[in-house]
């Protein structure tokens, strides 16, 4: 898919077919994620792409989204605060670094025609605690991957001249 089109045609998918995602469509994905900008290249995420299904029964506890259920896989997206550069305030660049790589995945997803949809509200103790995550990561992030069941709603969005200022 072209990637204009990536970024124009893709929405938070909220219904999944119980369809396998193919190993391929998977591995292009997890090069997406990796060919992700991170501050000085520290690269300070992790990715678990989790197929298994008392695993990714265990991440569905941690939020109450039903649809998270449904899909094939799960990804859980991981940040490291002190793996991460730190701004010149002191704050760690961790959560940038890991919603890049994660927007890479939901993009990556997208142009394998494949539904996606980031997910923040859950409980991140929860979640470190039932996956077992150990320190220096914590959960950042999870994302359904699978084939849509069902088409979202219309695009939504502020006009463009509310969002976007062309200085000079
Ligand atoms: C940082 C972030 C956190 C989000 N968390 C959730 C979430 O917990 N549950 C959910 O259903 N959608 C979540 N979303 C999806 C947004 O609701 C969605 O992107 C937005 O409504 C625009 O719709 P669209 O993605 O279909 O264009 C999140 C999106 C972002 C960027």
Not at 36 to 54: F, G, H, M, V, W
Not at 136 to 143: D, L, Q
Request: net charge neutral.
């Amino acid at each position: 898919m072209e990637f204009y089109e990536v970024l124009n045609t893709r929405r938070s998918i909220r219904a999944y077919k119980p369809d396998p995602v193919p190993e391929e469509s998977l591995q292009r994905i997890a090069e997406a994620v990796r060919a992700a900008p991170t501050a000085c290249n520290r690269q300070s995420y992790k990715l678990l792409l989790i197929r298994d299904a008392e695993k990714r029964a265990d991440v569905c506890k941690a939020y109450s989204g039903a649809f998270l259920a449904q899909a094939p896989v799960i990804a859980v997206m991981l940040c490291s605060e002190s793996g991460a550069w730190r701004r010149l305030e002191g704050n760690s660049a961790t959560e940038i670094d890991a919603t890049i790589a994660m927007e890479h995945l939901i993009l990556a997803a997208a142009a394998e025609g494949l539904g996606a949809c980031w997910v923040c509200a859950f409980s991140r103790p929860k979640l470190d605690d039932l996956l077992g995550i150990q320190s220096p990561y914590t959960s950042f992030a999870i994302s359904p991957l699978g084939f849509a069941a069902a088409a979202p709603g219309p695009f939504s969005r502020k006009k463009l001249s509310e969002l976007v200022e062309i200085v000079g």
